[in-house]
């Protein structure tokens, strides 16, 4: 089922494919999290 990594290149192409996806949803996030922030009313 499960593929092994054999080389270190296909080693830092999988890990640079999961940092790019962390790293794209965290971003989302914080804009998110962002705007949830600075769109409150001011009482």
Known sequence: MTQ???????????TKGW???LMGTSLVVFVAYWKFLFSRDKD
């Open 4 to 14: 092994g990594i054999y080389s270190l290149q296909e080693f830092l192409l999988a």
């Open 19 to 21: 940092v790019y996806i």
